[in-house]
């Protein structure tokens, strides 16, 4: 996959995308990223960037015409950058987005190219919205003072879900919500560590029952943290009988 990063700020994302996998996906090819500075695109002596608002209000706003122009720079076929066909996504990371979750993270894997918007000040121009950008992200209920974060946000959950960036095949299926549950707990060496001991199936060898704990620890888990996630969650006839089996125990204890 290509991803194109738009930002004011592209210093930003060296150190977090020069390390681990990341750094890894980068080298062996299955991940590869470019950053423009949109302040590169901007034209005029002083090269700006951004104005105040019509009708007044705090804050600056990002002006259309650089954006305009380093997305556009973009669709010129060159050697090095293939050409962005009209699939590309063009996506701009701000509060008023969709929700990031693993589902769109995984609907996002599915393109070879991304062009990532980072949003900066009191916002873009409107006219970036209608007419440019193909889609909008938030990675939170919260503010951030730029798009940054959030681009390597989405670089990364969507980076992992490349075949071969992570070690093992399919090691993304298991994760926390892949399934739409939460993990159940890991242990590593020592078995025994001041006094707390790693739980006995996950050492008797016996796979089926060890698969099964996983399980259990996974529902039990999702249900005293994240009840909600049930809402939509892929579940069969044993774990609903198991989800009985904590309802049972939450009514004992009240
Ligand atoms: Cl994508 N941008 C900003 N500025 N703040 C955010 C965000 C994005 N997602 C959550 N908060």
Known sequence: MRVDILSLFPEMFSAYLNAS??????????LQIKVHNIRDFATGKHHITDEPPYGGGG????????????????????????QVGAQTPVILLTPQGRLLNQAVARELAGHDRLILLCGRYEGVDERVRQHLVTDEI???????TGGELAALVVVDV????????????????????????????????????RGWTVPE????????????????QALRRTWERRPELFLSADLDEEDRQFLRVLAEEQVRRT
């Open 59 to 82: 804050g600056m706003i990002l002006k259309p015409e650089p954006i305009f122009a380093a997305v556009e720079s973009l669709r010129v076929q060159t050697p090095d950058m293939g």
């Open 138 to 144: 938030s990675i939170g209920d919260y503010v951030l």
């Open 158 to 193: 969507v980076a992992r879900l490349i075949p071969g960036v992570l070690g093992a095949e399919g090691a993304a299926d298991g994760d926390s919500h892949a399934q739409g549950l939460l993990e159940g707990p890991h242990y590593t060496r020592p078995e025994t560590f």
């Open 21 to 30: 996998i990341l750094h890894r996906a980068l080298e062996s090819g299955f």
């Open 201 to 216: 199936v996950l050492r008797s060898g016996h796979a089926a029952k060890i698969l099964r704990w996983r399980r259990e």
